[in-house]
Nanobody
Framework: QVQLVESGGGFVQPGASLTLSCADSGSTFSLSVMGWYRQAPGKQREWVADIAADGTTNYADSVNGRFIISRDNYKGTIRLQMNSLKPEDTAVYFC?????????WGQGTQVTVSS
């Protein structure tokens, strides 16, 4: 059974960096597309970035050039390194794994960017 557990959220000032981690308990982690979504208060959940099994990455325009997604197939983890954080990055960040028939989601971790 797949279980995703995020960590690393927190409160930072604008311009700071923060790294989120997600541990995946599933046995087929190395074969799965993984990624991050976020949901700000009063807004819909939005895609942030994803990484394929071969390491190919994709980023939303709003974070491209500031965020870096990576994976460690031996440890069954993915990370989201967030640099030059802005107040508009404030949201609950969710780890995501593509699944069949349904995708898998973590419980979310809060990131707050404020001065």
């Amino acid at each position: 059974q797949v279980q995703l557990v995020e960590s690393g959220g927190g409160f930072v000032q604008p311009g700071a960096s923060l790294t989120l981690s997600c541990a995946d308990s599933g046995s087929t982690f190395s074969l799965s597309v993984m990624g991050w979504y976020r949901q700000a208060p009063g807004k819909q959940r939005e895609w942030v970035a994803d990484i394929a099994a071969d390491g190919t990455t994709n980023y939303a325009d709003s974070v491209n050039g500031r965020f870096i997604i990576s994976r460690d197939n031996y440890k069954g983890t993915i990370r989201l390194q967030m640099n030059s954080l802005k107040p508009e990055d404030t949201a609950v960040y969710f780890c995501w794994r593509a699944g069949t028939p349904d995708d898998y989601w973590g419980q979310g971790t809060q990131v707050t960017v404020s001065s």
